[in-house]
């Protein structure tokens, strides 16, 4: 009985520290204490001979949180007998692998099997933001990686071609209101996309339409120019790509959003005070989306038994 009680007591105690989901802030402070920081300076200087992986690597811990949760399922390689998350056309252009690679390397010398894949991703995601000029927020950690990655799973990615409603309604699935899904998207700030994501807006868009009445004409003129060179060219989301800033906003407001999904949050009355919110008040985009971001980043987390810490972050245990 008076075991039972200090049992009790002791969870009581244990939830309080680590909170909910086992997730917690200092996750590693006992167990591995160098584990930030050897993220934080791989980032670092990956970011200093290539400042476009911050875009990479903030893409991918959405591509991972977005199927299957946030547990390293979009690092996993396909094998002879499974086509993963990786090879999905959705996933093509992501960057950033190596970064993941190199930290997680480190971090296995110093302790091994002990600091999880999707917690090396939403570390590496978060000091990229930083990295690009955008807002300091700590994560909590304690993630498990997962043992399923498959192709099919990536569905749950949402295209580009999505308008505000559909949007809405996709995060909502995740749990996350209008205003989160348009801070998310703020991500846009960072990075580019290939033609093959936006042409459509460029040439025979719909039956009372050549090009899409919500892309500015020059824009369109000079996007159809860049993509004459092919699918796979790339274009900027906004004039300072490698910066992470409110600028995605701004340019929202003057229908010059590269793809469909990012000028319908203007087009939209839905969600267009927003966009014009974030646009006049940096301070408030920056805070809304490093809220949205702990949210994003704790999407159907394994904790303790349902996941493990894998070695190699290409392949499962
Ligand atoms: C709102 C729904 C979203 C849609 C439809 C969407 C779609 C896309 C597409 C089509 C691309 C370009 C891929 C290519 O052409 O190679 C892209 C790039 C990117 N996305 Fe999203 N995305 C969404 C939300 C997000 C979120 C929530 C984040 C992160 C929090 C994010 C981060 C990025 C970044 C940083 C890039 C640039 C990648 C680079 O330059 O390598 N996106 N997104
Ligand atoms: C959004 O797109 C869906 C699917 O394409 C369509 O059914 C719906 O009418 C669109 N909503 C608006 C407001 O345009
Ligand atoms: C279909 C396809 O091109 N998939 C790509 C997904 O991403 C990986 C890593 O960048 C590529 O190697 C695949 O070709």
């Not at 955008?134 to 997962?146: A, C, Q, T």
Request: net charge neutral.
């Amino acid at each position: 009985m008076v075991m039972y009680k200090v049992l009790g007591v002791l969870l009581i105690v244990e939830f309080m520290i680590f909170g909910v989901k086992g997730l917690s802030m200092d996750y590693y402070g006992m167990r591995c204490p160098f584990a930030e920081i050897i993220v934080r300076n791989t980032v670092r200087i990956a970011l200093q001979s290539d400042p476009t992986l911050a875009a990479g690597l903030l893409r991918m811990h959405f591509h991972d949180c977005f199927v299957q949760g946030c547990d390293a399922s979009v690092l996993v390689d396909s094998s002879k007998d499974n086509t993963a998350e990786k090879d999905s056309p959705a996933n093509l252009s992501l960057r950033g692998y190596e970064i993941i690679d190199s930290a997680k390397k480190e971090i296995e010398n110093r302790c091994p099997g002990v600091v999880s894949c999707a917690d090396i991703l939403a570390m590496a995601a978060r000091d990229a933001v930083l990295w690009a000029g955008g807002p300091l927020y700590n994560i909590p950690k304690g993630r498990k990686d997962g043992t399923r990655s498959k192709i099919e799973d990536t569905i749950a990615l949402p295209p580009p071609s999505l308008n505000t409603t559909d949007l809405i309604k996709t995060f909502g699935q995740h749990g996350f209101n209008a205003q989160e899904m348009v801070a998310l998207s703020g991500a846009h700030t960072l990075g580019v996309a290939r033609c093959s994501s936006f042409k459509n807006r460029l040439s025979k868009f719909d039956s009372t339409h050549d090009i899409d009445p919500d892309l500015d004409s020059n824009m369109a003129k000079s996007l159809s120019q860049t993509c004459s060179a092919g699918d796979n060219t790339e274009a900027p989301f906004d004039r300072s790509r490698n910066s992470f800033d409110n600028g995605y906003y701004n340019a929202l407001q003057r229908k010059l959003g590269l793809l469909s999904s990012d000028q319908t949050l203007f087009a939209s009355q839905r969600t267009r005070n927003i966009v014009n919110a974030y646009a006049m008040n940096q301070a408030m985009f920056f805070f809304d989306f490093s809220q949205a971001m702990v949210k994003m980043g704790s999407l159907d987390v394994k904790e303790g038994n349902n996941g493990e810490v894998r070695l190699d972050c290409h392949r499962i245990n």
